[in-house]
């Protein structure tokens, strides 16, 4: 079974702080995605990477970073954490979408920022 | 253009009856039109995709029609049961593409809660 882990069910977390989100995906995917869900607002792409020490923009970057340093790991980095950050942060991983369009979720990581 | 527009945001049915939710495109390159499922507490998980060269396609008890002309797909859960209780999110995406433009992109969901 395919499997994508992130590293916390929950975190809560002061404003102002770094704050580091980890996703390790096993199935030696290209591509790996960072999201972030709010009702009514859907599935937000945040920052996506198809390669190693690759990294673009998704639609709302402001305020996050990420680094992919190995392929398997992706990591997604609050800078300085603010309340408006509060949120559910979901990773997935894909092969090429040339190749096979399923994206593979983790569990989510829901963040509370106080 | 890139959007997907899904609706509604939520849908509350009786068990035995048919789910319905709805999702428009603009982007006439799109050629991949998957459906996620999200249980309370998971994270999405492919349920059904189709390709636009296809009008419908069935798995089960979940079904895909697809209606070109109009840029529209819709997701019919027949039979529903309190199972199916989730989050569905209908999505779009150039599948001959690498790179940003294989992204999925993705509707903004619908609750369906399926009563007793």
């Known amino acids: 079974d395919v499997k994508v882990t992130q590293s916390s069910r929950y975190l809560v977390k002061r404003t102002g702080e770094k704050v580091f989100l980890e996703c390790v995906q096993d199935?030696?995917?290209?591509?790996m995605f960072w999201y972030r869900q709010d009702p009514g607002l859907g599935l937000r792409l945040i920052y996506f990477?198809?390669?190693?020490?690759?990294?673009e923009k998704g639609d709302i970057p402001e305020g996050y970073s990420v680094s992919r340093e190995k392929k398997e790991r992706f990591s997604l980095i609050l800078e300085s954490a603010s309340t408006n950050q509060t949120s559910m942060y979901l990773c997935?991983?894909?092969?090429?979408?040339?190749?096979?369009?399923?994206?593979?979720f983790g569990q989510g990581t829901r963040l509370t920022v106080v | 253009q890139q959007q997907v527009k899904q609706s509604p945001q939520s849908l509350i049915v009786q068990k035995g009856g048919i789910s319905i939710i709805n999702c428009a495109y603009e982007n006439t390159a799109f050629d991949y039109f998957p459906w996620y499922q999200q249980f309370p507490g998971k994270g999405p998980a492919l349920l059904i995709a189709?390709?636009?060269?296809?009008s419908e396609k069935k798995e089960g008890r979940f079904t895909i029609s697809f209606n070109k002309s109009a840029k529209q797909f819709s997701l019919h859960i027949m039979d529903s049961q309190p199972g199916d209780s989730a989050t569905y999110f209908c999505a779009a995406t150039l599948k001959n593409y690498g790179g940003s433009q294989g992204n999925l992109i993705f509707g903004k969901g619908t609750k369906l809660s399926v009563k007793p």
């Open positions: 189709i390709r636009p060269d296809v």
């Open positions: 199935m030696d995917h290209e591509n």
């Open positions: 997935a991983s894909s092969f090429d979408i040339r190749v096979n369009t399923e994206a593979f």
């Open positions: 990477s198809y390669d190693v020490k690759m990294k």
